[in-house]
């Protein structure tokens, strides 16, 4: 008797178990009747992964309201595949508590569960819930035939020949998992430290002090950071944030109106970057009325004329000028359709003298000075990425009042409808963001970009941000900052040109963001493996992948036809596995292409009277 077809998910996080939800949902017009085994390899429980597992603190949120969340498809994703619906994060919860679903959970996270609202930012535990339960009944609707054989251990090697069956190696096993096909899902990478940090790492033990590398911050040891000791944080997105709240809530302080009452156990954390603040609050405000109709600058036929250029791309000349006015539409567009009194001409008009402009032109600035009369309506996208630039102050003092009013204003302002071309500007950053997955690695810079204006924390983790400056834990530093080594004091040094001449020094130094997802510095033995074998990797280290299916592709050109992967570390690295609800999803058009794929190949496979060895 043959045996049936293999395939190995590396990877049960989000991805690899949206995979296995879009085959189940293609099975029965591509699989029907067929037998497979998908071995799923994770040394982190099924659904959640390693970042959304449900063993990390329960003080660590989501930066996503629970009515933003759902891992099902709807029919605004494109795929060729069913759509599936099923309820968001919100609506989920809402059929627990009426007993139509049942989850396996401790006391407090059902507590958490049957107190969620929408506009709730659930803990990290809670979503790790609700994707355990996704994974179940995903693997609940492959048909008879299709099997799930999880295995709790790390893939350290992928081996065998373009033309036959892959050899997945694990970790505490000696015998190989032989695959048909092997699809990597693995998420974020660990990274082995660049020179940079390896310098900084043997200067912090020459003089017993302390450095954190790049690192996911539930996963970082944070013990070596005495309580009021200075701390160098180099950071301010989502990792400081994870970072400020285990080392303030977490070693007992409390917030408590507005004041936070410290426990005595907090270092301080001077914090700085190279914007110098925050990430941008997320929007605390629902959208009305008619959305922005994208896209319009940056459509597919605009990156097909990117990709049919001559010459390599350069993002800030060649697809920066598109995005920018992309984003202006979408600001504009709601500006003049939803707040028409703050306006000085018709929405038509205004948008055929800009269209009519040049990029950057005096004619443009005119136009939008004599349309919009009000400074605070108008769209100035440097000022608002860089808000510190050209910024200097006379004293460290006068730098915390500044950041705290800058901060107090980005909260009021994201929270007021009032202000909802903002939002329409959220919706034009996703919509760039779909578009430009065609040109691959996009570079650091526009996924930095999108992150500060699109992902950033919770509002009120800002408020929180706030008490804790007040209180003196934590302390900015500002826009650029560097940071030295002394080898004579034997301290890490940061400065910032934003307060000349000033400068802090401490024993501990801690980088507060994600390793890249480099291949090249992964400490991953799977992916550098992969790397060595031949895998095509771009100037940044993302491995290249078929934008179509994710096939990855080798240096000679072509693509492998057994290995696929899916995830931030790839080309067509999506802006989150899951999504809001009605925003298209690329994450799940990705998982739909690779199932039907899969498939398609598995079933020819499993025509054959022999299987390929």
Not at 525 to 530: A, I, M, T, V
């Amino acid at each position: 008797m043959t045996p049936a077809p293999t395939l190995v998910v590396v990877g049960a996080g989000p991805r690899g178990t949206g995979l296995i939800e879009r085959i189940a949902a293609n099975a029965a017009e591509l699989y029907a009747g067929r037998p497979l085994d998908i071995h799923l390899v994770d040394p982190h429980p099924a659904g959640g992964g390693r970042i959304w597992r449900h063993d990390q603190s329960p003080l660590l949120w989501m930066n996503s309201m629970a009515q933003d969340v759902t891992v099902f498809t709807d029919d605004t994703v494109r795929q060729e595949g069913p759509v599936r619906p099923g309820p968001a994060l919100d609506a989920w919860a809402e059929e627990v508590r009426a007993g139509r679903i049942t989850v396996d959970a401790e006391p407090a996270v059902l507590a958490e569960i049957h107190a969620l609202t929408g506009q709730d930012f659930p803990t990290r535990r809670l979503q790790s819930t609700y994707l355990r339960w996704f994974y179940e009944q995903s693997a609940a609707a492959l048909p008879a035939g299709i099997t799930v054989h999880e295995h709790p251990t790390r893939a350290l090697r992928v081996t065998g020949p373009r033309d036959g069956r892959q050899r997945v190696w694990l970790e505490g096993r000696t015998e190989p998992l032989v695959a048909d096909l092997v699809v990597l899902a693995v998420g974020h990478l660990d990274a082995e430290p660049d020179d940079e940090q390896a310098e900084l790492s043997a200067f912090a033990l020459r003089h017993e002090l302390v450095h954190l590398p790049p690192d996911f911050t539930a996963d970082t040891d944070l013990d070596a950071l005495r309580p009021g000791e200075p701390v160098i944080v180099r950071g301010f997105g989502l990792a400081f944030v994870d970072l400020m709240v285990l080392l303030t809530e977490g070693r007992g302080g409390r917030h408590e109106d507005g004041v936070y009452h410290p426990s005595g156990r907090e270092p301080v954390l001077y914090v700085g970057s190279r914007r110098g603040v925050p990430y941008r609050s997320k929007i605390g405000y629902g959208w009305q009325g008619e959305r922005p109709p994208l896209p319009h600058h940056l459509g597919a036929e605009h990156v097909k004329e990117l990709l049919a250029a001559p010459g390599p791309l350069d993002f800030r000349r060649d697809v920066w000028p598109l995005v920018a006015r992309e984003l202006a539409h979408a600001h504009y567009h709601r500006l003049f359709t939803a707040h028409p009194e703050r306006t000085a001409i018709g929405w038509e008009e205004f948008r055929q003298n800009y269209e009519a402009a040049e990029p950057d032109s005096a004619e443009l600035a005119g136009l939008v000075l004599r349309s919009v009369p009000d400074p605070a309506d108008r769209l100035d996208l440097d000022a608002l990425d860089r808000p510190l630039k050209g910024v200097t102050l006379p004293d460290g003092e006068a730098l915390q009042e500044a950041l705290r009013d800058h901060i107090t204003a980005d909260l009021a302002r994201r929270h007021d409808g009032a202000h909802s071309a903002d939002l329409a500007v959220f919706f034009g950053l996703l919509s760039a963001y779909v578009q430009l997955m065609a040109l691959g690695d996009t570079g650091d810079g526009w996924q930095g970009f999108f992150s500060y204006l699109a992902s950033g924390p919770p509002g009120p983790r800002l408020e929180q941000l706030l008490a804790l400056s007040r209180a003196g834990v934590v302390r900015f530093v500002g826009a650029d900052m560097t940071v030295e080594t002394d080898e004579e004091r034997g301290v890490f040094r940061a400065a910032s040109p934003t307060v000349p001449g000033a400068h802090t020094e401490a024993r501990a130094l801690v980088e507060a963001r994600l390793p890249a997802p480099s291949l090249r510095h992964t400490s991953s033995p799977l992916l550098r493996g992969l790397y060595e074998d031949g895998a095509a990797v771009t100037v940044n280290g993302l491995l290249r992948v078929s934008p179509l299916d994710g096939g990855i592709e080798d240096r000679d050109g072509t693509t492998h036809p057994r290995r696929f992967a899916l995830g931030p570390f790839t080309t067509a690295r999506a802006s989150g596995a899951f999504t809001r609800p009605r925003t298209g999803g690329p994450a799940f058009s990705q998982n739909d292409a690779t199932a039907r794929t899969a498939l398609t190949f598995l079933r020819a496979l499993s025509e054959r009277p022999v299987l390929a060895n």
